[in-house]
């Protein structure tokens, strides 16, 4: 797998201009965030990241598995997700007693659409730095990687829900927790139920890969691989300007500013740095 990996910084560049150009535009509207915008702006901002991270993964994920096994990982995703959010709002496990709020727009049953979406483009940026964490840049995946990439990834994944649902339940109040939590609000159970929705999630599709998808080389550059953990450290961009604008919750944008720079910060810049040492590596060694 590693010796297929391109060097040439502008065949990258070339290669990767439209992933690159969806990059800066999320990063520059998430730099927005301490801006006060009028209703219809914040609105227009907001769909536009979106799209500009839904449209990055789309493009990545097809560039590597084609877009029937990127289809697969989306529909695992969507329906493990829904499920287990469906039967947590009725049951209280595993995540908690909990329910949505009418912010997050439409839903199917008492879960909006917009939560099994999230799961799945930011599901995908957790999984593609978990495959860069162990080397295993192809098609497939093979040997002691079919378990330990869904360790990985759904550890990323909770890295994520602990700065963003403090904000979201507490501040915003786009769900709400029914008991409270140790957490700033959050119960610790919330953090188990990601933990296992992850390791669902990514374990069906690493068997399904390893089943059905032979592991062939993807031929890309290192900065295609690289743009996977910068668009992920964009999703750090408001934990860490939080503090610095707001005037009301500082405890808890403080805590979520710290989280963020021990978790998110650093297992993107390790991604990164995984990426280089690759190529490094293969530098050397003709690979």
């Excluded at 990258?12 to 730099?31: C, D, E, I, S």
């Excluded at 296992?196 to 990514?202: C, E, S």
């Excluded at 668009?231 to 707001?246: E, I, K, T």
């Excluded at 650093?266 to 280089?276: D, E, F, G, Q, T």
Aim: proline residues 4%; negative net charge.
């Amino acid at each position: 797998m590693l010796a297929n990996l391109k060097t040439g910084s502008l065949a990258g560049t070339r290669q990767n201009l439209p992933l690159m150009v969806l990059v800066a535009v999320y990063w520059a509207l998430a730099l927005l965030d301490p801006v006060e915008l009028s209703g219809d702006a914040a609105e227009a901002v907001y769909y536009t990241q979106s799209l500009a991270w839904l449209a990055f993964v789309l493009i990545h994920g097809s560039k590597r598995y084609g877009w029937d096994n990127l289809f697969i990982f989306f529909g695992i995703t969507f329906l493990v997700s829904w499920s287990i959010e469906s039967v947590s709002i009725v049951t209280g496990s595993p995540f908690g007693n909990y329910y949505y709020t009418d912010l997050l727009g439409a839903r199917i049953g008492a879960v909006p659409l917009a939560v099994p979406a999230a799961y799945f483009v930011a599901g995908y940026l957790a999984w593609t730095m978990g495959t860069i964490f162990l080397g295993e840049l192809g098609t497939g995946i093979e040997g002691k990687s079919l378990f330990l990439v869904p360790v990985i990834a759904s550890l990323i994944m909770v890295m994520w829900d602990l700065c963003l649902d403090p904000i979201k339940s507490t501040i915003e109040g786009a769900w709400v927790w029914e008991g409270g939590g140790a957490y700033h609000g959050v119960p610790i159970t919330n953090y188990f139920g990601w933990y296992l929705t992850g390791m669902m999630i990514y374990q069906l599709f690493a068997l399904y890969l390893h089943r059905f998808s032979a592991n062939r080389p993807v031929t890309q550059t290192r900065t295609y691989w690289t743009l996977a953990p910068v668009m992920y450290l964009g999703l750090a961009l408001p934990y860490l300007l939080n503090p610095f604008y707001q005037t009301e919750y500082l405890e808890i944008y403080w805590s979520s500013f710290l989280v963020c720079a021990s978790t998110m910060v650093l297992v993107s810049v390790l991604s990164a740095v995984s990426v280089r040492r690759v190529d490094a590596e293969c530098f050397q060694h003709q690979c």
